[in-house]
Protein backbone atom coordinates (compact mmCIF):
# COMPACT_ATOMS: atom_id res chain seq x y z
CA UNK A 1 0.00 0.00 0.00
CA UNK A 2 3.21 1.96 0.19
CA UNK A 3 1.87 5.75 1.51
CA UNK A 4 -1.89 5.03 0.82
CA UNK A 5 -1.84 3.00 4.14
CA UNK A 6 -2.26 5.35 7.01
CA UNK A 7 -5.46 6.63 5.02
CA UNK A 8 -8.10 6.51 6.48
CA UNK A 9 -11.88 7.26 5.61
CA UNK A 10 -14.82 8.19 8.02
CA UNK A 11 -18.25 8.93 7.25
CA UNK A 12 -20.94 10.55 9.73
CA UNK A 13 -22.31 8.09 12.34
CA UNK A 14 -20.99 5.09 14.64
CA UNK A 15 -19.52 2.77 11.67
CA UNK A 16 -16.46 3.49 9.74
CA UNK A 17 -16.24 3.74 5.95
CA UNK A 18 -18.52 1.08 4.10
CA UNK A 19 -16.67 -1.98 2.59
CA UNK A 20 -16.21 -1.97 -0.54
CA UNK A 21 -15.59 1.89 -0.64
CA UNK A 22 -13.22 2.57 -3.97
CA UNK A 23 -11.22 5.44 -4.75
CA UNK A 24 -9.81 5.36 -8.02
CA UNK A 25 -6.15 7.39 -8.16
CA UNK A 26 -5.68 6.59 -11.57
CA UNK A 27 -6.96 5.05 -15.08
CA UNK A 28 -4.61 1.31 -13.57
CA UNK A 29 -4.39 2.27 -9.95
CA UNK A 30 -7.02 2.69 -6.60
CA UNK A 31 -7.74 1.91 -2.99
CA UNK A 32 -10.23 -0.59 -2.23
CA UNK A 33 -11.74 -1.13 1.70
CA UNK A 34 -12.50 -4.89 1.35
CA UNK A 35 -12.96 -4.74 5.39
CA UNK A 36 -15.59 -1.80 6.95
CA UNK A 37 -19.52 -1.35 7.56
CA UNK A 38 -21.69 -4.15 6.26
CA UNK A 39 -25.28 -2.54 5.44
CA UNK A 40 -27.08 -5.51 4.87
CA UNK A 41 -25.63 -7.24 8.37
CA UNK A 42 -26.05 -3.51 10.11
CA UNK A 43 -22.27 -3.74 11.70
CA UNK A 44 -18.54 -4.05 11.72
CA UNK A 45 -17.17 -7.08 12.16
CA UNK A 46 -13.62 -5.40 12.96
CA UNK A 47 -11.89 -3.88 16.40
CA UNK A 48 -9.92 -0.70 14.53
CA UNK A 49 -10.67 1.51 11.90
CA UNK A 50 -10.22 -0.50 8.40
CA UNK A 51 -7.60 0.11 6.14
CA UNK A 52 -7.85 0.18 2.51
CA UNK A 53 -5.56 -2.05 0.18
CA UNK A 54 -3.81 -0.28 -3.15
CA UNK A 55 -4.41 -1.88 -6.42
CA UNK A 56 -3.03 -1.58 -9.01
CA UNK A 57 -2.98 -3.14 -12.82
CA UNK A 58 0.33 -3.81 -14.20
CA UNK A 59 -0.24 -5.98 -16.88
CA UNK A 60 -2.74 -5.97 -19.61
CA UNK A 61 -5.99 -3.96 -20.30
CA UNK A 62 -8.81 -4.02 -17.80
CA UNK A 63 -11.70 -1.41 -16.92
CA UNK A 64 -10.19 -1.02 -12.61
CA UNK A 65 -13.71 -1.15 -11.73
CA UNK A 66 -14.23 -4.87 -12.55
CA UNK A 67 -10.70 -5.61 -10.73
CA UNK A 68 -12.37 -3.94 -8.04
CA UNK A 69 -15.30 -6.14 -8.00
CA UNK A 70 -13.28 -9.08 -8.62
CA UNK A 71 -11.15 -8.28 -5.46
CA UNK A 72 -14.54 -7.86 -3.37
CA UNK A 73 -16.15 -11.27 -4.43
CA UNK A 74 -12.02 -12.74 -2.92
CA UNK A 75 -12.65 -11.13 0.37
CA UNK A 76 -16.68 -11.88 0.78
CA UNK A 77 -15.88 -15.68 2.14
CA UNK A 78 -12.91 -17.67 2.53
CA UNK A 79 -14.05 -21.13 2.84
CA UNK A 80 -10.98 -22.41 3.78
CA UNK A 81 -10.87 -20.90 7.29
CA UNK A 82 -14.97 -19.48 7.69
CA UNK A 83 -13.97 -15.75 7.89
CA UNK A 84 -16.53 -13.44 6.51
CA UNK A 85 -15.49 -10.39 5.09
CA UNK A 86 -11.67 -11.21 4.83
CA UNK A 87 -9.17 -8.09 4.59
CA UNK A 88 -7.01 -10.17 1.60
CA UNK A 89 -8.22 -11.76 -0.88
CA UNK A 90 -8.46 -15.27 -0.12
CA UNK A 91 -6.14 -16.21 -3.10
CA UNK A 92 -3.50 -14.07 -1.71
CA UNK A 93 -3.89 -15.21 2.34
CA UNK A 94 -3.22 -18.92 0.92
CA UNK A 95 -0.59 -18.31 -0.90
CA UNK A 96 1.11 -16.36 1.86
CA UNK A 97 -0.08 -19.56 4.15
CA UNK A 98 1.56 -22.03 1.64
CA UNK A 99 4.76 -19.68 1.69
CA UNK A 100 4.58 -20.27 5.38
CA UNK A 101 4.44 -23.73 5.21
CA UNK A 102 7.55 -24.12 2.40
CA UNK A 103 9.61 -22.10 4.33
CA UNK A 104 9.31 -23.92 7.92
CA UNK A 105 10.88 -27.01 6.76
CA UNK A 106 14.79 -26.83 5.48
CA UNK A 107 15.63 -29.48 3.30
CA UNK A 108 19.47 -28.91 2.69
CA UNK A 109 20.21 -31.78 0.44
CA UNK A 110 17.35 -30.97 -1.52
CA UNK A 111 17.09 -27.96 -3.73
CA UNK A 112 13.63 -26.18 -3.09
CA UNK A 113 11.40 -26.25 -6.08
CA UNK A 114 9.56 -23.18 -7.70
CA UNK A 115 6.69 -21.47 -5.57
CA UNK A 116 4.40 -22.34 -8.73
CA UNK A 117 4.80 -26.10 -8.40
CA UNK A 118 2.35 -25.56 -5.48
CA UNK A 119 -0.33 -23.55 -6.49
Known amino acids: MDGHRDLKLYRNGSYPVLRGTAVRLSARSGLLWTSGYVPDLRTYL ?41 RLPVTIRFADAIGDILTAVVHEDVPPLPFFYYI
Open 46 to 86: GLETPNPIHIEVSRGEIDLEIVFQDIMGLTKMNFNSCHFND
